[in-house]
C-alpha cells in the first residue's frame, strides 16, 4: 500500500497558485484510474483505490503547506506506513 500525497494551499484563492500543482497531480491521478470518490479524513481529502493491482490512498492536505505534515502523519500512522511506501508531490521552485 502507497499514499500519494498531492501538496498545495486550501481554498478558492490559492487555487491557481504554484504551490497547488500536488493537488492537480492527485486529483489527475484519481480522474485517470478511476480512484475516489474523496472524503474528508486526516485533516485532509482522501480517496482510496487501486493502481496497477496496489492499493493506494490519495491524500490533499486540507491545512497549509507549512502543516501539512499534520495530515500526512496522521495518515501514515492509521494505515502503518512508514517513509518509503508515501511519495509526495509538491512544487519544487525555490524562493529567492
Known amino acids: 500500500m502507497y499514499l500519494i500525497v498531492g501538496l ?3 481554498g ?3 487555487a491557481s497558485h504554484r504551490h ?7 486529483e489527475r491521478i484519481a480522474a485517470d484510474h478511476g480512484v475516489g470518490p474523496w472524503r ?3 485533516q ?8 496497477n493491482s496496489t492499493r493506494v490512498v490519495l491524500l490533499k492536505p486540507e491545512t497549509f503547506m507549512n502543516l501539512s505534515g499534520q495530515s500526512v502523519g496522521a495518515a501514515m500512522r ?6 518509503a ?3 509526495v508531490f509538491h512544487d519544487e ?4
Open 40 to 42: 474528508r479524513k486526516f
Open 78 to 83: 492509521f494505515f502503518k506506513l512508514d517513509p
Open 44 to 51: 485532509g481529502k482522501i480517496a482510496e483505490g487501486t493502481l
Open 85 to 87: 511506501h508515501v511519495l
Open 12 to 14: 478558492k484563492k490559492y
Open 20 to 26: 497547488n500543482i500536488g493537488y492537480r497531480v492527485v
Open 93 to 96: 521552485i525555490d524562493l529567492k
Open 8 to 10: 498545495g494551499n486550501p
